[in-house]
């Protein structure tokens, strides 16, 4: 269950769970690193903690989905 249509079936408890667990893996850290991490993604980018999951688990590589938030900010702003 990793491609975006499949993950927007998920509740925003089960997102947060599923990309902290790709952040623990990339990153070799542990679940409250991981979820640090994932905290600060959204803050940084004051993006909803499940939408910055969302897009974790979307290209299974939480730099990937930073960059792609990023320069979905930069197009708006």
């Known amino acids: 269950m990793t491609d ?14 599923q990309a902290k667990g790709i952040i623990m893996r990339r990153f070799d850290v542990d679940a409250a690193e ?13 993006t909803q903690m499940c939408v910055v ?3 974790i688990i979307s290209y299974n590589d939480p730099v990937q989905a930073l960059r792609r938030i990023e320069a979905d900010a930069i197009s708006f702003g």
């Open 4 to 17: 975006t249509a499949n993950s927007r079936q998920l509740s925003p408890n089960d997102l947060i769970e």
């Open 34 to 46: 991981g979820l640090k991490v994932l905290r600060r993604m959204s803050q940084d980018t004051k």
């Open 53 to 55: 999951a969302e897009q």
